[in-house]
């Protein structure tokens, strides 16, 4: 699995990319859904773009100081009562995240807000969380 490092200090915090592979077992593309939904919400509004940098600023904070110095409202679950997937928010920008041992989040989307949170956005993050720790496990994990 690769994580592509979008902060680190005393903490990491990474984007889940992903890999296609052709049929001879070449990577023929790397992909990372945070980035490319994140380019595309900054493509499209100017206030977008301001929200994404200041979710930026949160994930450095975080990388820097773990939760000590996270206002609460800017890192919060997204799933009750489980409590595994979490959102970096500010403004109406979201980037759902779960956390490993508080010393690694693995970003896994880029999203504007909705009335609930995105059920399909919360699978998907699930299934990233379970693949990372199967590669944690194995000790197969790169950051790039």
Do not use: W
């Amino acid at each position: 699995m690769k994580l592509r490092v979008l902060a680190k200090e005393r903490h990491t915090v990474a984007a889940y990319v992903k890999e296609r592979i052709d049929d001879h077992g070449n990577v023929t593309k790397q992909e990372c859904r945070y980035y490319d939904q994140r380019e595309s919400l900054c493509a499209t509004n100017r206030k977008h773009e301001q929200d994404c940098t200041k979710v930026q600023q949160t994930m450095d904070r975080y990388a820097a100081s773990g939760f000590v110095r996270l206002p609460s409202d800017q890192l919060k679950s997204v799933t009750s009562p489980q409590n595994d997937i979490y959102e970096f928010k500010r403004g109406r920008v979201r980037a759902y995240c779960f956390i490993d041992e508080e010393s690694v989040i693995v970003v896994t989307c880029c999203l504007l807000k909705k009335d609930k949170p995105d059920k399909k956005e919360i699978e998907h993050a699930r299934k990233v969380k379970t693949e990372y720790f199967s590669a944690k496990a194995a000790d197969n994990i790169e950051y790039i």
